[in-house]
């Protein structure tokens, strides 16, 4: 069914990096997990562009690794937090994509990404995004400590000023199996750290 | 800024409309007002097209007429609640536009849409709505009465099956003054009445 307008989760978010995306850019997968969205960031950004790639399991990046077979080239790999990202990566980038919660298919489902770890990479991204660029972040919170995170989240981004970004919530509502939910950063303007702001208005 | 990809809630609506609806087609403004949507899609319908615009106030209802100036004979104007919709309107219908809450810039804030003929004329709508047609509808809770619409919705749109419909929420959500949020339904195949189901889980 391509012809539906309102999308699910994932779907959309890679037709927002479509949108924004250049060929030959830099962007960011900040959760490699099994490689999908890696794979879909190597296609856009073209032979000339570059994926930078960070997984906390090796078991995630070989994934990647195999899923992206003659792609690999236009790959960055980092067994690393995305919150060390500014180690990395260098303004501008294009865009970004996470996925959190723990890794889809793993026995260890103990392993799953943190709020404080995850506001701060995405926190250090905005500071490299270009003017017009999109972070795009799928938010599971049916697991074990994904309320928290999610509310964690939530807190943070609704704290950046409306001048600096616009902040979106976007989800399906009659679905069954708890699917994700998505948050997406548009950066309206150039700057290098996102303005926060105290909300004292209800 | 036409540049921005994550539009406010009034603009994604329009773009929603813009996406599904076809010249010469029957659309619904459920929520006159001002006359903002009628105009909107009484431009998008061109001149064989039809827009059935209802309210309950006659003071919207000249103000609309006002608004829509050479373009009111694509305008059926109904001074009737929108849960009478059927009594007017033949399917199938392209798409259909809600604003809830009161009408804007009114003196008298206690006239304002209420949960059940809110519900009943989506109900209504949604079986007179084209395959791939989509309902938007902008909702306002700040106001007195506001949540309780709100909550009720939400309720119904969460009960009708996935294989019918897909329906999205749609918010920004670091902008200050309490803006609406969007619901919007999006009809996946032909059907005459909408399937409700009971959720158990979760």
Redesign the interface.
């Known amino acids: 069914?391509s012809?539906?307008?309102?999308h699910?989760v994932l779907p959309y978010s890679k037709r927002?990096m479509n949108?924004?995306v250049l060929p030959g850019e830099t962007v960011i997968d900040a959760t490699a997990g099994n490689g999908n969205d890696t794979y879909f960031l190597a296609e856009l950004v073209g032979e000339k562009g570059k994926v930078f790639a960070f997984d906390i399991q090796e078991s995630a990046l070989a994934a990647t690794a195999e899923r992206l077979g003659p792609l690999n080239d236009r790959v960055s790999y980092h067994l690393d937090s995305h919150a060390n990202v500014d180690r990395y990566v260098e303004r501008p980038i294009g865009g970004a994509m996470f996925n959190l919660g723990y890794l889809p298919y793993s026995e260890d489902k103990t392993i799953i990404t943190k709020p404080d770890s995850t506001i701060e990479a995405v926190h250090k991204i905005l500071g490299l995004l270009k003017k017009?660029g999109?972070i795009t972040i799928s938010v599971y919170d049916?697991h074990e400590g994904g309320k928290e995170e999610s509310d964690a989240l939530?807190e943070y981004?609704?704290?950046?000023?409306?001048a600096d970004?616009?902040?979106?919530?976007?989800?399906?509502?009659?679905?069954?199996?708890?699917p994700p939910f998505l948050?997406?950063?548009?950066k309206?303007r150039d700057f290098e750290e996102v303005t926060r702001i105290e909300r004292t208005?209800?």
């Open positions: 069914m012809h539906i307008h309102l699910r927002l949108a924004v017009g999109i049916g939530i981004v609704q704290s950046l000023h409306q970004v616009h902040v979106i919530r976007y989800e399906l509502m009659n679905l069954r199996n708890n948050i997406a950063i548009e309206l208005e209800s």
